[in-house]
T-cell receptor, first 113, second 114 residues
Framework: KQEVTQIPAALSVPEGENLVLNCSFT??????LQWFRQDPGKGLTSLLLIQSSQREQTSGRLNASLDKSSGRSTLYIAASQPGDSATYLC????????????FGSGTQLTVLP | DADVTQTPRNRITKTGKRIMLECSQT?????MYWYRQDPGLGLRLIYY???????NKGEISDGYSVSRQAQAKFSLSLESAIPNQTALYFC?????????????FGPGTRLTVL
C-alpha cells in the first residue's frame, strides 16, 4: 500500500526566504505526482503536476522536482511572501485504471511579514 | 461561479441522523470523487464514480453511500451519522479523456457529528 509522508508538518519562515517542502512515497511505481495548496474554506488548488517520466515542473516562483527511484519530491518556493501561507499537500497517483490519489498529511507554511 | 460546488458548506448534526452532502460540477468531467480529511491527516478516498452507471468503493467506504444522479451531480450520504465521521469532506472531478487525469476540488463541507 502506498504511503506518502510530508516533513515537516509545519514551517514558519520570514518573508523573502527561499524554502523547500519535502514529500516521500514508499512505492515508486507512480503515474504522476501532484502538489496542492489548501487554504481554509477554499478547498484544494492544484499547483504543479509532474509525470513519472519528468524530473521537474516550474510555475512562477514554484519548482517541483521528482526522483522516482528514491521516492522523493520537493517543492521549492522562491522569495516567499505572506500570501504563500497555506497548507501544501503532496499526492501520488498510481498506475491502473482507477489511478487513485494517495495524499500526504501536508506541511502548514507560515510566511511572516 | 465555481466549477465544483458543495452544499452545505457547514453542517452540525446529531448521532444517528441521516445526512446528505451534495456536489455539483460544471466542468463537464465524467469522473467524480468523495474524500474526507481529518486534522493532521491527508485526504482519504471514500467513493468514486467513473460515470453515471459506475460507482466504486474507496479506501474508507464503510458507513457511507453515494448516488450519481447525473454526470454533474454526486451525493454522499451518511445513513446514521456517528461522531468519528466528523471531518472535512471534499468532492473532486476529473476528465478521463485528458491526460493526466488531474483532479479539481470543491471548497469542502465541514461536518460535525455531536
Amino acid at each position: 500500500k502506498q504511503e506518502v509522508t510530508q516533513i515537516p508538518a509545519a514551517l514558519s519562515v520570514p518573508e523573502g526566504e527561499n524554502l523547500v517542502l519535502n514529500c516521500s512515497f514508499t512505492d515508486s511505481a507512480i503515474y504522476n505526482l501532484q502538489w496542492f495548496r489548501q487554504d481554509p474554506g477554499k478547498g484544494l488548488t492544484s499547483l504543479l503536476l509532474i509525470q513519472s517520466s519528468q524530473r521537474e515542473q516550474t510555475s512562477g516562483r514554484l519548482n517541483a522536482s521528482l526522483d522516482k527511484s528514491s521516492g522523493r519530491s520537493t517543492l521549492y518556493i522562491a522569495a516567499s511572501q505572506p500570501g504563500d501561507s497555506a497548507t501544501y499537500l503532496c499526492a501520488v497517483r498510481q498506475f491502473g485504471s482507477a489511478r487513485q490519489l494517495t495524499f500526504g498529511s501536508g506541511t502548514q507554511l507560515t510566511v511572516l511579514p | 461561479d465555481a466549477d465544483v460546488t458543495q452544499t452545505p458548506r457547514n453542517r452540525i448534526t446529531k448521532t444517528g441522523k441521516r445526512i446528505m452532502l451534495e456536489c455539483s460540477q460544471t466542468k463537464g468531467h465524467d469522473r467524480m470523487y468523495w474524500y474526507r480529511q481529518d486534522p493532521g491527516l491527508g485526504l482519504r478516498l471514500i467513493y468514486y464514480s467513473f460515470d453515471v452507471k459506475d460507482i466504486n468503493k474507496g479506501e474508507i467506504s464503510d458507513g457511507y453511500s453515494v448516488s450519481r444522479q447525473a454526470q454533474a451531480k454526486f451525493s454522499l450520504s451518511l445513513e446514521s451519522a456517528i461522531p468519528n465521521q466528523t471531518a472535512l469532506y471534499f468532492c473532486a472531478t476529473s476528465d478521463s479523456w485528458t491526460s493526466p487525469n488531474e483532479q479539481f476540488f470543491g471548497p469542502g463541507t465541514r461536518l460535525t457529528v455531536l
